[in-house]
């Protein structure tokens, strides 16, 4: 090849090369944005990005050559003169094995700039999460896919994932009012992503039992109010998913719901689940009215928190009488209750309560999943006269310092037991002493 040739040749490899480098940085920032904007294939993806390493591996060897060339000394075997046969089988041996190398090395080295010149131009599309071999993309795709089981991939996979921004595309899987709905609803009170409140209030009044129930308890996770009234309706007309309601109700700490939850606590003919909940949801709600009581007070000018009243605490006469159901989950679940929602006067009758029953008597954990990786634990497990003190320590009654002396210098109650009215006893009397 004439010498003018081979200096075209090269240029226009030069040429190729160059453009091949800016078309491949171009092409990863658009493949990019693709994969999280666009795509609803996994499989396009994985078409798109088999062109991308071709499209590398291409420009790469096209720069590794012009390398090549440039370099003086690569090509010397090529063009050394002739000699004699034995030296010059031994040298083109050599010189071909380090030609091989090197061009090896040549070709790493620009495939490597321009991997990283396609990442810094894509902003991290190559090595970062959101590029375009990362996991956002993949569960963005997923997402979007009209396939259901990668929408449900998609939708686990979002869950494990709840800094990245696919809230939109989890709402409008609610919207559609699908099979999947459900799925979408309590990955978005997972993913405390209000942008999907919308969605979840469509389909609480729309969806069936099941997708209203994990509604109500999403909705309750963003601390949204605005299906408070509905649900306050379902829960007096007995309908929809009741359990679900009452928990969601209580979560938020609705003061409306006080009334219709105490009246199903004390539906001696529902199950254990419905009426567990709503012990819990009581002391739930009057936990926040104690907060909202003292916050509004404490605001004002010259409050002094030692003449500071209490709210009247409300809803709690169910969980007296439950005191003497058969059911010992009902039992435990009455008295965690009543440490949060117990006035004065329900002191004695804990007391008696106390006294009735056997010393190791223990509680078993309930818990309520409202939908995956959100349980409720609406009684806890332990000893059943530790609740009882404990309830006894936040109802808040400070004549009872004797009869816990009398619990403490008692052996044959368990030794938490023993501790705990020991030291009940001794903060009643420190604060007695203040006043």
């Known amino acids: 090849m004439k010498k003018g040739s081979k200096i075209l040749l090269w240029l226009i490899i030069g040429i190729v090369s160059i ?17 999280l904007e666009k795509s609803t294939s996994i499989q396009k993806n994985f078409l798109f990005l088999l062109c991308w390493i071709f499209f590398a591996l291409f420009v790469s060897f096209l720069e590794a050559l012009l390398v090549r060339k440039s370099y003086r000394g690569i090509g010397k075997v090529f063009l050394k003169s002739r000699a004699e046969e034995s030296e010059i089988l031994g040298e083109k041996v050599e010189e071909v094995k380090e030609t091989r ?3 090896s090395i040549y070709f790493l080295i620009p495939l490597i700039l321009n991997t990283f010149a396609a990442d810094k131009i ?3 599309g190559v090595f970062t999460n959101r590029g375009i071999f990362g996991k956002v993309g993949t569960m963005k795709t997923m997402l979007r896919s009209d396939d259901p089981e990668s929408r449900r991939e998609g939708i686990k996979m979002s869950v494990n994932s709840p800094g990245e921004d696919v809230g939109d595309l989890i709402a409008n899987i609610i919207e559609e009012g699908g099979k999947l709905s459900g799925d979408a609803a309590w990955a978005a009170g997972i993913r405390q992503d209000r942008r999907s409140i919308k969605a979840l209030k469509k389909l609480y009044l729309m969806g069936n ?12 996770e963003l601390k949204d109010y605005s299906l408070v009234t509905e649900a306050i309706n379902d829960l007096r007309g007995r309908k929809g998913p009741l359990v679900h309601i009452v928990v969601a109700l209580g979560n938020l700490g609705c ?47 010259g409050f002094d928190p030692k003449k500071w009243v209490p709210p009247r605490r409300q809803g709690w006469e169910p ?3 439950a005191l003497s159901d058969k059911d010992r989950v009902l039992q435990c679940g009455a008295v965690q209750s009543l440490r949060y929602a117990g006035p004065i006067e329900t002191s004695r009758k804990l007391m008696e309560f106390f006294e009735s029953i056997d010393r ?32 006894l320590s936040g109802i808040g009654d400070r004549g009872i310092v004797s009869w816990l002396e009398k619990i403490a210098e008692d052996k044959s109650n368990a030794d938490e037991v023993i501790v705990i009215a020991k030291d009940l006893a001794n903060q009643i009397k420190g604060l007695s002493k203040k006043r």
């Open 122 to 124: 894509s902003n991290g």
């Open 360 to 391: 190791f008597a223990k509680c078993d954990e309930l818990k309520f999943e409202a939908y995956p990786l959100k349980i409720f634990f609406l009684v806890s497990a332990g000893l059943l006269r530790t609740h009882i003190l404990k309830a």
């Open 319 to 321: 969980l007296i009488d």
């Open 101 to 103: 190398t090197m061009l």
């Open 209 to 220: 039992e099941k997708q209203k129930g994990i509604a109500i308890v999403a909705l309750s």
């Open 255 to 301: 003061l409306e719901a006080i009334e219709e939850i105490s009246k199903i606590a004390g539906e001696k003919e529902k199950g254990r689940l419905i009426r567990a909940s709503a012990f819990w949801a009581i002391s739930m709600i009057e936990q926040e009215r104690f907060r909202r009581a003292w916050f509004e007070d404490s605001s004002k000018p």
């Open 19 to 35: 453009a091949g480098t800016i078309g491949f940085c171009y092409y990863t920032d658009w493949l990019t944005k693709f994969i």
